[in-house]
């Protein structure tokens, strides 16, 4: 199957299933209510995008996951790599980091917010906890991946530990390094949203929880198209990065 077949069965199935929303809903096999139809929340989506309150939202959440990610992803990094490096912190710190990356971590929340309260940093401090464990987890198998050939190479024509890291660790550990920033961000967003529904004054999880405590289904659904439009951005322009540099593997 040719890769534009491909694309043409998922833009054909995409079109089932817009079709579904949009004609149930509107015919009464399924009730409005529950799912307003397609268009309609298009409309909505359209009408609140001109809100100022809706664009607060949206900053005040695009910073959260931001600096959450900026600090869980690079403290994450550097203990995988420093538990991969040194066999004896491997041996202390890897079966504890699978028992913890196991319990799910919104239990933790009501943790941080008697801590932090309910601002943005305890959003942010959330987030990054949410975040931090499956980067640990995915730098230290980045790390192992490389195969030991290349360091001793490296090493026997007096590369220094900087020149090691630099010309074989990065480019080795480079595609699984941007496949864990996908997923990381998805750790990372999801720690945001259930922070800010669970208890926030702003922010689009706050925007969404209320809209669907107050039984608004179309201003609902067009928030999760928003957020869905958002995560598909970044993932895929990460895919694009990840296949760009992927000739370095090795």
């Keep these: 199957m040719t890769r534009f077949q491909l694309i043409a069965i ?4 995409l079109a089932l299933v817009l079709a579904a929303w949009e004609t149930l809903p509107r015919n009464g096999v399924v009730n409005p209510m529950l799912l307003p139809p397609f268009t309609d929340v298009l409309s909505t989506l359209w009408q609140i995008l001109g809100r100022p309150q809706v664009h607060e939202a949206i900053l005040v959440t695009a910073a959260e996951v931001i600096v959450a990610f900026i600090i869980a992803v690079p403290l994450g990094a550097a203990i995988g790599v420093l538990i991969a490096e040194y066999d004896y ?4 710190f890897k079966p504890l980091l699978f028992y913890v990356f196991s319990v799910p971590k919104s239990i933790f929340l009501p ?12 959003k942010v401090a959330y987030a990054a906890f949410s975040t931090l464990f499956i980067v640990i987890m995915s730098a230290t198998a980045a790390v192992e991946s490389v195969k030991a050939d290349h360091v001793l190479v490296a090493r026997s024509y007096g590369a220094t530990r900087l020149q090691i890291l630099a010309r074989v660790y990065v480019p080795s550990m480079m595609p699984i390094l941007l496949e864990t920033l996908r997923i990381s961000m998805i750790f990372n967003f999801t720690g945001v949203m259930i922070a800010e529904m669970y208890a926030s004054r702003t922010g689009i999880g706050h925007l969404i929880s209320n809209w669907g405590e107050n039984f608004q289904l179309p ?3 067009a928030g999760v198209i928003l957020l869905a439009i958002v995560a598909i951005a970044f993932n895929e322009t990460v895919r694009f990065l990840e296949n760009r540099v992927s000739a370095w593997r090795t």
């Design 111 to 122: 943790m941080f917010i008697l801590i932090m309260g309910i601002g943005f940093q305890q």
């Design 89 to 92: 912190a491997g041996q202390i």
């Design 219 to 221: 201003q609902l659904f």
């Design 10 to 13: 998922r833009l054909l199935l």
